[in-house]
């Protein structure tokens, strides 16, 4: 199994531009989420999904864009790209046991992004 | 709603050192408790979980226990390696709620 995976692993955008950040997962996962981590700090959760089809804003929402049309892929889409979203973005994905509860989160290995 | 507080950073510690990262969490319900690890350039990967009081989690030689009673799960080692150098984040998830996540503490060891 490759897991999650996350392409490309850097990129440096100029203000305004635009750019889709892919994930995929293999593991057949329910949940899958979006985080950024910007230097020094830690993990803010931007969007999530409980399912294909369904999504759900985090903490840190503005500026992004998701969609789940699959269970496998959970891309996010930055529109009109600026500096203050120049930071690491982590995709994850989990399994939801019976009770509702969540397993573990798997982490991919993150994408570089700077805006200029 | 929930919350997670660990202790800032960052921990300088020499080879062989015992180690402690403490962690306190808020949270409804029955929550689960868990600590994971960042190395330079990666991310985030599970070391320990535990899901329900008075649970330990094991790991590589990390330990924490589930403590409902004073809601905290510390993070403890024994004798720490330079390999163990790495951001350590603790986290929680209640119900069906996303993962809660502390703000990391940075962790040293020097040879």
């Known amino acids: 199994n490759a897991g999650v995976t996350q392409t490309p692993k850097f990129r440096i955008l100029k203000i305004g531009q635009s750019m889709t950040l892919q994930c995929t997962q293999d593991?057949?996962?329910?949940?899958m989420y979006w985080y950024r981590q910007d230097p020094g700090m830690g993990l803010k959760l931007i969007y999530y999904s409980v399912g294909a089809g369904i999504t759900d804003k985090g903490e840190v929402p503005n500026g992004y864009n998701v969609s789940r049309s699959t269970t496998e892929d959970f891309p996010l889409r930055l529109e009109l790209a600026a500096p203050s979203q120049t930071s690491v973005y982590f995709c994850a994905s989990s399994y939801s046991l019976p009770q509702g509860a969540q397993d573990t989160q798997y982490f991919g290995p993150g994408t570089r992004l700077t805006v200029l | 709603g929930n919350s997670v507080t660990q202790m800032e950073g960052p921990v300088t510690l020499s080879e062989e050192a015992f180690l402690t990262i403490n962690c306190t969490y808020t949270?409804?319900?029955?929550?689960?408790l868990f600590w994971y690890v960042q190395y330079p350039g990666e991310g985030l990967q599970l070391l320990l979980k535990?899901?329900?009081?008075?649970d330990k989690g094991s790991n590589k030689g990390f330990e924490a226990t589930y403590r409902k009673e004073t809601t905290s799960f510390h993070l403890e080692k024994g004798s720490v390696q330079v390999s163990d150098s790495a951001v350590y984040f603790c986290?929680?998830?209640?119900?069906?709620?996303?993962?809660?996540f502390g703000k990391g503490t940075r962790l040293s060891v020097i040879a």
């Open positions: 949270a409804t319900g029955y929550p689960s």
């Open positions: 535990a899901t329900k009081a008075d």
């Open positions: 986290a929680l998830t209640s119900g069906n709620t996303p993962l809660v």
């Open positions: 593991m057949n996962h329910n949940y």
